[in-house]
């Protein structure tokens, strides 16, 4: 065998090798973009709904709260009315969160805990029906007692079993929130990788289709500055 053919053949050898590490790459990535997609419909199928739905039952029954207190202040009827429409429209919105929380809900820790917050509001609507009716019906000093004395230990465990929902599906939305991000680093390296390793099999292939000094000194040069780019990418990838 010639000098010449063995170094074809090693030239060849060499673009091949390169060839399958660049081919496995190129599966590797596509299985990290599948996880990428994967981590994504997580937090838009899954944790945010949840999350929002959580979030909007804290916020309505909040509201719903305050407008309790304001009817302790206001004396107009027709202002009364208004502050009794806004505390049924509020509990009935709040209501259609619970629905769809008990609906989506997963696993024995969501069920439980969805249980127990359902539990405890319907201890505590029970006072609130009772609050309005005594305000609707004139009995303010007997309104008063009701929402600041019977209803103040139920509407605490309601609000604190509340909570504990929200703390729980925030908490899901934040792993969720960082199994994207871990993935989207995932394959932005290989994306980078592939870039890297895409332009040295070109200059493999140049070189073994057109051997020249020049070729070859171009791509022992680039060799080197591989793995330096590498790390490199890793490097402000990890930092950015």
């Given at each position: 065998?010639?000098?010449?053919?063995?170094?074809?053949?090693?030239?060849?050898?060499?673009?091949?090798?390169?060839?399958?590490?660049?081919?496995?790459?190129?599966?590797?990535?596509?299985?990290?973009?599948?996880d990428?997609?994967?981590?994504?419909?997580?937090?838009?199928?899954?944790?945010?709904?949840?999350f929002?739905?959580?979030?909007?039952?804290?916020?309505y029954?909040?509201q719903?709260?305050?407008?309790?207190?304001?009817?302790?202040?206001v004396?107009?009827?027709?202002?009364?009315?208004?502050?009794?429409?806004?505390?049924?429209?509020?509990?009935?919105?709040?209501?259609?969160?619970?629905?769809?929380?008990?609906?989506?809900?997963?696993?024995?820790?969501?069920?439980?805990?969805?249980?127990?917050?359902?539990?405890?509001?319907?201890?505590?609507?029970?006072?609130?029906?009772?609050?309005?009716?005594?305000?609707?019906?004139?009995?303010?000093?007997?309104?008063?007692?009701?929402?600041?004395?019977?209803?103040?230990?139920?509407?605490?465990?309601?609000?604190?079993?509340?909570?504990?929902v929200?703390?729980?599906?925030?908490?899901?939305?934040?792993?969720?929130?960082?199994?994207?991000?871990?993935?989207?680093?995932?394959?932005?390296?290989?994306?980078?990788?592939?870039?890297?390793?895409?332009?040295?099999?070109?200059?493999?292939?140049?070189?073994?289709?057109?051997?020249?000094?020049?070729?070859?000194?171009?791509?022992?040069?680039?060799?080197?500055?591989?793995?330096?780019?590498?790390?490199?990418?890793?490097?402000?990838?990890?930092?950015?």
């Open positions: 065998m010639s000098i010449g053919n063995s170094v074809s053949s090693r030239i060849l050898a060499a673009f091949a090798a390169v060839i399958v590490v660049l081919g496995a790459a190129i599966v590797f990535s596509l299985l990290r973009l599948s990428f997609n994967k981590a994504v419909s997580s937090v838009v199928d899954q944790s945010l709904p949840k929002e739905s959580a979030d909007g039952w804290s916020s029954t909040i719903s709260a305050v407008h309790m207190r304001n009817l302790l202040l004396t107009d009827p027709a202002k009364v009315a208004d502050e009794i429409a806004a505390i049924k429209q509020l509990t009935q919105t709040g209501s259609e969160y619970m629905v769809i929380l008990q609906t989506v809900a997963r696993g024995d820790d969501e069920k439980t805990l969805i249980q127990a917050v359902s539990s405890a509001r319907a201890n505590y609507m029970l006072l609130q029906d009772q609050f309005l009716k005594q305000v609707a019906d004139g009995k303010l000093a007997e309104a008063r007692e009701t929402l600041l004395t019977s209803a103040s230990g139920p509407e605490l465990a309601y609000v604190a079993e509340l909570t504990q929200s703390d729980l599906f925030k908490a899901q939305l934040r792993a969720h929130a960082e199994s994207v991000a871990a993935s989207h680093r995932h394959a932005r390296m290989l994306i980078v990788s592939m870039a890297l390793g895409a332009v040295f099999v070109y200059g493999a292939w140049h070189l073994y289709r057109k051997p020249s000094r020049g070729a070859a000194i171009k791509l022992y040069l680039y060799s080197l500055a591989y793995l330096a780019l590498l790390f490199g990418a890793m490097v402000l990838d990890v930092k950015l």
